[in-house]
C-alpha cells in the first residue's frame, strides 16, 4: 500500500537577474529582469507504507523543496501529491495530523520553556489524548532516556539532548510520515547513534513511513531500504542501496595470502596483482561468489589468510553525482 504518491512534481521560481557595475546598479533600481528556475524537475515515485527511504542529492538538488512541497508548506507549480490519500496542498490541516517533521538545524522546540513543557504545549495543539500522551512519552523515553533532561530550558539543552527532543516532539501524535531533515548534522558518535537507534526502532514499532535526507552516508548505510538520488530537480536513480552498489559497482577484491610465492589463475576472476605470497583478484559478484572463488584456487595451492574489499558507498554515490554531471556536496 502505498502511503505517498507523487505525479509529475514540478516547483519553479522566479530568479530576479541583476547587472553588475554602478550602472547596472542604477539600472536595477528601474528595470528588473527575471528567469524562471526548475528546483524539482517532473519527478514522480511512490512510497509504500512502512518504509525507510533516502533522498539524496547534492546541496541546490531539490531534496528541501521537495520535502517541503509533501508537507504542505509550498505550492508545487504543477503535478500531484498525495500522502496517505490526501493532498496537503488542498487539505494540509488533515496531512499534517499525520506528519511529522524533524529539520536538522532548525528546532520546533520552544527555548524559552523546559523541554518537558513544550511536549505539554505540542499536546495542546494537536489534541492529543491524555493516555496518548502518556504512552508515546513513555515509549518515547525509553529509547531516548529523556527522563534525565526533561526539566531543562531547551536553551540549555546541547545538541545531541535538543535533537533528541526534536524526535520526540515529531513523534508524540502518532504521525504515519516522518520527515527527517539532516537529522544527523553536527551529532557526535553517541548522539548520531541515538537517532539511528530511534529511526529503527519507531519504524519497527509503529510501521511508520520515514523519509531521511542526508548527506551522512552512514545513515543511508544503516538505516534505508530504498535510496531515491535527485539532481538538479531530476530523480537520476530510485532502488535499493544493493541494486545501486550492484550497478555502479559490480566489482569485488579478494585479497589472498599464501604460504608462499606462487600465481594461481583463475577463469572467473582477473589476477590484477602478485606480490611475493599475496595475491588480488577482482571478480564480478553476479558470476561467481566470494566463498566459491575461495574455495577453487585453494584446490590449487594452500591459502594462510583472506581479505575482501567491497566498493565504499562514499565512492559509489560519487560516481552517481559525477555521472550526472555534477559537483559533490
Given at each position: 500500500m502505498n502511503i505517498i504518491e507523487v505525479s509529475h512534481l514540478i516547483k519553479e521560481y522566479k530568479k530576479i537577474k541583476k547587472e553588475s557595475g554602478l550602472r547596472g546598479a542604477v539600472k536595477n533600481l528601474f528595470v528588473q529582469k527575471s528567469e524562471t528556475v526548475r528546483a524539482v524537475d517532473d519527478i514522480s515515485?511512490?512510497?509504500?507504507?512502512?518504509?525507510?527511504?533516502?533522498?539524496?542529492?547534492?546541496?541546490?538538488?531539490?531534496?528541501s523543496t521537495t520535502v517541503k512541497m509533501l508537507s504542505g508548506i509550498l505550492q508545487p507549480t504543477s503535478g500531484e501529491i498525495l500522502v496517505n490519500g490526501i493532498s496537503p496542498q488542498r487539505d494540509r490541516k488533515r496531512v499534517v495530523q499525520n506528519l511529522g517533521v524533524v529539520f536538522g538545524q532548525r528546532s520546533q522546540l520552544n527555548w524559552d520553556l523546559r523541554l518537558g513543557e513544550t511536549f505539554e504545549l505540542l499536546k495542546r495543539i494537536y489534541q492529543i489524548e491524555d493516555k496518548t500522551y502518556k504512552d508515546n512519552l513513555g515509549m518515547l523515553n525509553e529509547i531516548f532516556q529523556i527522563d534525565c533532561f526533561i526539566d531543562t530550558p531547551v536553551r540549555q539543552l546541547s545538541l545531541g539532548q535538543r535533537m533528541r527532543g526534536d524526535l520526540v516532539a515529531a513523534m508524540l501524535h502518532s504521525p504515519d510520515v516522518l520527515f527527517l531533515d539532516e537529522?544527523?548534522?553536527?551529532?557526535?558518535?553517541?548522539?548520531?547513534?541515538?537517532?539511528?537507534?530511534?529511526?529503527?526502532?519507531?519504524?519497527?514499532?509503529?510501521?511508520?513511513?520515514?523519509?531521511?535526507?542526508?548527506?551522512?552516508?552512514g545513515d543511508i548505510q544503516e538505516l534505508c531500504q530504498r535510496v531515491i538520488i535527485i539532481n538538479e530537480g531530476k530523480i537520476i536513480e530510485d532502488?535499493?542501496?544493493?541494486?545501486?552498489?550492484d550497478k555502479i559497482a559490480p566489482y569485488r577484491h579478494l585479497i589472498i595470502d599464501f604460504y608462499q610465492s606462487t600465481t594461481v589463475p583463475h577463469p572467473h576472476a582477473e589476477l590484477i596483482s602478485v606480490n611475493e605470497a599475496r595475491s588480488v583478484y577482482r571478480f564480478r559478484k553476479d558470476q561467481i561468489t566470494a566463498a566459491r572463488l575461495i574455495e577453487d584456487i585453494s584446490h590449487t595451492a594452500p591459502i594462510?589468510?583472506?581479505?575482501?574489499e567491497e566498493a565504499k558507498i562514499d565512492d559509489i554515490i560519487r560516481t552517481v553525482y559525477q555521472q550526472g554531471n555534477v559537483a559533490e556536496p
Open positions: 515515485f511512490a512510497i509504500e507504507k512502512g518504509n525507510i527511504v533516502g533522498y539524496i542529492g547534492p546541496n541546490g538538488a531539490g531534496k537529522p544527523t548534522i553536527g551529532l557526535d558518535v553517541e548522539a548520531k547513534y541515538s537517532v539511528r537507534k530511534f529511526i529503527k526502532e519507531i519504524n519497527q514499532r509503529s510501521q511508520t513511513t520515514i523519509i531521511l535526507t542526508t548527506h551522512d552516508l532502488g535499493s542501496l544493493d541494486e545501486l552498489i594462510k589468510e583472506v581479505g575482501l
